[in-house]
């Protein structure tokens, strides 16, 4: 999850999360999307505000929030965007401020596989540890009293 300001001047990450699978990419958007929400909304006696001033604005005002919340909480969304990680695509949720964008988005990482890491091991049974007992005597255990 990232922000800029609208000049493209600037990015900053705010999150991040390496995922094992589409579906934990997805979930980790979700729930992100309703954080970022709740983070651009703040209840008027939230102890970090201290003592600024919140001011209601008015209905053409963006709201960036509410599309985080609308996009988080609808499971049509939520499965599209399950879809589209699953096909291997990048997944982008911009929405707009004032003066910033919020981006949550998921892609891809490009991984190789263990056999094209290291092609002379094609064909060789995988390593075990010693641990396994393979090449290991066993131990004899002392008593003492």
């Not at 703040?42 to 102890?47: D, G, H, S």
């Amino acid at each position: 999850m990232t922000g800029h300001d609208l000049t493209g001047s600037r990015e900053v990450i705010l999150a991040y999360y390496r995922a094992t699978s589409p579906r934990l990419a997805a979930r980790w958007m979700r729930a992100e999307a309703q954080r970022l929400a709740r983070l651009l909304t703040p209840e008027p006696a939230a102890p970090y505000l201290g003592s600024f001033l919140l001011v209601a604005t008015g209905p053409t005002c963006p709201r960036p929030d509410a599309d985080l919340l609308a996009w988080a909480s609808n499971d049509e969304r939520y499965e599209h965007t399950l879809r589209v990680l699953s096909a291997g695509n990048t997944y982008l949720l911009n929405v707009t401020d004032y003066d910033a964008r919020y981006s949550v988005r998921a892609y891809a990482l490009p991984t190789r596989s263990r056999a094209s890491q290291n092609p002379a091991s094609a064909g060789r049974r995988p390593y075990a540890p010693a641990e396994a007992g393979r090449h290991r005597k066993p131990r004899r255990w002392r008593f003492t009293s």
